[in-house]
């Protein structure tokens, strides 16, 4: 159990269009879920703590403006990259905690590559 | 602010030997957690081994276990016989619930694996 499953895995746009991710929990319910980004050969950076039903925690430096985050229901999380341009291309990782018990670990989905041209 | 620190941004191992990756963290929290994730070439992110901060005695999954110091702030990886599919990125975290459940990454080791 504790399948995270997150849409698309690659996507390639043209610089000034804005692109959503989704991020689903599969078999369980997630209160929080969690946004991360990561440049090549580097670490994860958080990005965003996402509640469901309010708003996004963002982390310093993340412009809310820019990265949106939806977190509508217990098992659906999106990340919309707006007006994307070529320096927002990376690799972003959505993670969910099963229920809201923080003596549970985070489970990852598989990420998604973002390129823009 | 927690902070979580890997000291060896690259590592090797001849297969069936074994290996400790280091890590050390900063935090005034008493109650916390201490993950070891592996990141393969796929970019997937699986954790491999999990430690409570009021658990003394140091977790085990199979090959993989920990040496946690918890005076010392470290929290080690040892892998035992290791193997090819072992090669991957290895990330220390941190987390606590005073932190909202929100990890901290070190900046991860590169391991490779010999045949």
């Known amino acids: 159990g504790a399948v995270v499953s997150q849409h698309p895995s690659w996507v390639i746009c043209k610089s000034g269009t804005s692109v959503k991710i989704e991020c689903r929990s599969l078999?369980?319910?997630?209160?929080?879920m969690f946004w991360y980004r990561q440049f090549p050969k580097q670490s994860l950076m958080l990005m965003a703590t996402?509640?469901?039903?309010?708003?996004?925690?963002?982390e310093q430096g993340v412009e809310k403006d820019k990265f949106l985050i939806n977190h509508a229901s217990l098992t659906l999380s999106t990340l919309t990259v707006t007006s994307a341009h070529p320096e927002d291309s990376s690799f972003y990782i959505c993670?969910?905690?099963?229920?809201?018990?923080?003596?549970?670990?985070?489970?990852f989905g598989d990420g998604t590559r973002l390129s823009i041209l | 602010a927690q902070t979580v620190t890997q000291s060896q941004p690259e590592m090797s191992v001849q297969e069936a030997e074994t290996v400790t990756l280091s890590c050390t963290y900063d935090?005034?929290?008493?109650?916390?957690?201490l993950f070891w994730y592996k990141q393969p070439p796929s970019r997937q992110m699986i954790l491999v081994i999990r430690?409570?901060?009021?658990?003394?005695q140091n977790a085990t999954e199979n090959r993989f276990s920990v040496n946690f110091q918890k005076a010392a702030k470290s929290f080690s990886l040892k892998i035992s016989d290791s193997q090819l599919g072992d090669a991957a990125m290895y990330f220390c975290?941190?987390?606590?619930?005073?932190?909202?459940?929100?990890?901290?990454f070190g900046g991860g080791t590169r391991l490779m694996v010999k045949p």
């Open positions: 993670s969910a905690i099963r229920g809201g018990n923080s003596n549970q670990p985070q489970h």
């Open positions: 078999d369980f319910q997630a209160t929080t």
């Open positions: 996402s509640n469901e039903g309010s708003k996004a925690t963002y």
């Open positions: 935090t005034s929290e008493s109650d916390y957690y």
């Open positions: 430690q409570e901060a009021y658990k003394q």
């Open positions: 975290a941190y987390s606590s619930k005073d932190a909202g459940n929100m990890l901290t």
